[in-house]
Nanobody, 116 residues
Framework: QVQLVESGGGLVQAGGSLGLSCAAS????????MGWYRQAPGKQRELVER???????TYADSVKGRFTISRDNAANAVYLQMNSLKPEDTAVYYC??????????WGQGTQVTVSS
């Protein structure tokens, strides 16, 4: 059984930085895309940034120039470096893996809170 476990969330002041990590436990093969999504209270889950197996990235305009996604294929891990954080970045952040077989896995979420 595959599980994704996020870590690195927390409380930070506006302008600060946080790094998120996501690692998979269990057997998972042929991961295509890895990504980070977030969901703020009362809002729909939205894409933050996503990276393909070929390292092509897609990101939300709101995080352009501030957040950077990276992946370690050998470790089946994905990371999100968040700089210049704003209060509107406050949300629960979820990692996602999609495989070539069509499976999609979500992490349990980690809270990021940015105080003004």
């Amino acid at each position: 059984q595959v599980q994704l476990v996020e870590s690195g969330g927390g409380l930070v002041q506006a302008g600060g930085s946080l790094g998120l990590s996501c690692a998979a436990s269990g057997r998972i093969s042929r991961i295509n895309d890895m990504g980070w999504y977030r969901q703020a209270p009362g809002k729909q889950r939205e894409l933050v940034e996503r990276i393909t197996s070929g390292a092509t990235t897609t990101y939300a305009d709101s995080v352009k120039g501030r957040f950077t996604i990276s992946r370690d294929n050998a470790a089946n891990a994905v990371y999100l470096q968040m700089n210049s954080l704003k209060p509107e970045d406050t949300a629960v952040y979820y990692c996602l893996y999609s495989t070539s077989a069509g499976f999609v896995y979500w992490g349990q979420g980690t809270q990021v809170t940015v105080s003004s």
